[in-house]
């Protein structure tokens, strides 16, 4: 295939030897600045909701062989971030019998992530840590795929995008499977691309073990499938002179381009089917088969969710899309729409290019308008490396002022700096200016996109400063408030896994009467029929930890404290007084 076709016959050539190495710099000094934000977030931050149960899981495979723990996720990722625990610490695995007979991962995951010999602080470090290398792995690889089309420049401004993604350095730092799945998502597009302009049996199997990677990282990589089904299809209906088998014959008719496509199509699946077993100590493809039904049976009636002040479980037609529109920071969407109406300046997007990069978050976001799972945004993370592969593009433009274009991309992505590095490292929570950022997005989303229990180190801290004794608290999460030293008295809201909770109480002489809420119990996302935190909506808070847990003081409000108590009968539970 012609260069001035596909671009990418071979490494562009700088038109002066000092622009690589400038270009270079660029993207160390943006790498390094990704992994320190990465860094102090995962220092910052405790438990969210998934971690313990994806690390106890992970670490049981890797001692016993045995997948029966969190098996609505397939395991690479999970026995990734579990094995520094297992290099490094040696840790004993003995679960309660009946939470492992019952397949218990929450369960098992809070009692041997708090209860081990090791602080739960390292744990979590050790794994987060792993991950975080796969956010990097990911941002380097925009990078490569961004120089490969457009030469050194585009890679950096790839690189500076990505690394300044606020949605990316959240799930870059967790124990979840969000990011390594976006990673293995890109890796296989990347491939299919080099293999449609250079086809070789090599490319052909890094492109299915790729696929295979995906799928063994997360369920929702299956949507690889009509990825490729429609880039293929584009490729055939373009009329472009591509190839689709080694050694690359020609393939004149359309037939037998179609026959060709098919039978590329079949035999990437092939070899990620092949590549399945392994990530199951070579247990076979039912294992497989098993975790996506149970996770079809669990999704299948929808999750509750809160979006615009509206409550569902069989989700919104919008939601991705309006989450990506107010958690994406607007300096970086100004970038990724000037691309799209400059798509004639600068260097060439040629046709088969723009297929492998407009297609992927095309099917993604219009496949995700039917999900029942409104969970979050971290669903669709993947859209992100194709667009900002698209607007490094600007990088190559040309104008008649040079300072012009400089200052246009440096001003956006001083705009996305300064957005995203003055709320860290609370980067989960990130909301943009227009919706007047994360001290607001509580209005519009909940649960990943802003609380997943992860704040209570932020809390014990204020609790130190305002010297607190003990507190009302209402927590969201599977972490555990007494391990981080929060003296409290349970308010109702959801189910914490201190349970029994402590049977301290506020004392009645108490100097004050202060309510510790997450975000996702005042919002009364599980129970907005009969909502049980409604009246507080009109009390404006005196303190936000991390954007995600309010502080209320009820000591001046008599009324606030009698329906606290009309809150905990409502709830069931006992009044305090």
């Known amino acids: 295939m012609s260069n001035n076709t596909f671009h990418i016959e071979g490494a562009p050539q700088l038109s002066r030897p000092n622009e690589s190495q400038i270009a270079l710099l660029f993207i160390t000094a943006f790498l390094l600045l990704f992994f ?23 670490y049981s495979y890797l001692v016993t062989g045995d997948f029966r723990l969190d098996s609505e996720h397939p395991p690479l990722l999970k026995a990734f971030q579990a094995l520094p625990l297992l290099l490094f610490l040696r840790l004993p695995f003995n679960p309660d019998p009946q939470l492992w007979l019952e397949k218990d991962a929450f369960g098992i995951g809070y009692e041997w ?41 585009a890679a950096s401004l790839a690189v500076a995008l990505g690394s300044l993604e606020p949605n990316f350095v959240a799930h870059s730092g967790l124990v979840t499977t969000d990011i ?111 975790g996506l039904e149970l ?53 060439p997007l040629s046709r088969p290019d723009s297929f492998f990069l407009f297609l992927p978050p095309l099917v993604i976001f219009l496949l995700t308008t039917r999900a029942k799972i409104n969970l979050g945004l971290r669903h669709v993370l993947p859209v992100y490396p194709f667009l900002f592969l698209l607007a490094s593009r600007l990088a190559t433009f040309i104008p008649t002022r040079r300072g012009l274009k400089i200052s246009a991309i440096s001003g956006a992505l001083l705009f996305t700096a300064g957005s995203v590095l003055r709320i860290a490292p609370h980067q989960l929570a990130y909301f943009n200016e227009f919706v007047g950022g994360p001290d607001h997005g509580y209005r519009y989303l909940s649960d990943s996109n802003l609380d997943w229990g992860q704040d209570l180190k932020g809390l014990k801290a204020y609790m130190v ?81 991390g954007y995600s847990i309010f502080i209320y003081d009820l000591s001046e409000h008599p009324d606030d404290l009698r329906r606290l108590n009309e809150t905990y009968r409502k709830a069931g539970i006992p009044p305090p007084a």
């Open 36 to 58: 320190l934000q990465g860094w102090f977030f995962i220092r910052a931050n405790s438990q969210t909701v998934d971690e313990a149960a994806h690390l106890a899981a992970g």
């Open 113 to 153: 992530l708090y209860k081990s010999e090791v602080s739960a602080d390292r744990l979590l470090f050790f794994s987060r840590l792993a991950n975080l290398s796969l956010g990097v792995f990911l941002i380097a690889l925009m990078g490569w795929w961004a120089y490969r089309l457009w030469g050194g420049w």
């Open 180 to 290: 390594g799945v976006t990673l293995f998502i890109l890796l296989t597009v990347y491939l299919l691309w080099e293999y449609v302009s250079r086809p070789s049996w090599q490319l052909l199997l890094a492109t299915g073990l790729a696929f295979g990677l995906a799928l063994l990282s997360k369920f929702s990589a299956l949507i690889l499938l009509p990825i490729i089904f429609c880039i293929l299809s584009a490729l055939i209906l373009s009329g472009e002179d591509v190839h689709f088998l080694p050694p690359g014959a020609n393939t004149a008719s359309t037939r037998k381009k179609i026959l060709a496509a098919a039978v590329l199509f079949a035999l990437v699946l092939v070899i990620a089917a092949f590549t399945i077993p392994l990530g199951y100590a070579v247990k076979g493809f039912k294992t497989w088969i098993s």
């Open 295 to 347: 996770l079809w049976s669990l999704n299948k009636d929808g999750r509750q969710s809160f979006f615009l002040g509206d409550y569902s479980r069989e989700g919104w037609w919008n939601y991705f899309i309006v989450a990506f529109l107010i958690k994406t920071p607007i300096g970086t969407l100004l970038l990724i729409i000037a691309s799209l109406i400059l798509y004639r300046a600068g260097k």
């Open 465 to 545: 400063k305002e010297k607190l004794e003990i507190i009302y608290l209402s927590y969201f999460g599977s972490a555990s408030p007494s391990y981080y030293g929060i003296r409290y008295q349970y308010a109702p809201g959801s189910w914490l896994w201190d349970w029994p909770p402590p049977r301290e109480k506020i004392s009645r002489l108490a100097r004050r009467d202060v309510l510790a809420i997450s975000v996702y119990n005042l919002q009364d996302v599980a129970s907005p029929d009969d909502p049980l935190f409604r009246w507080l909506w009109k009390d404006a808070p005196i303190a936000k930890i």
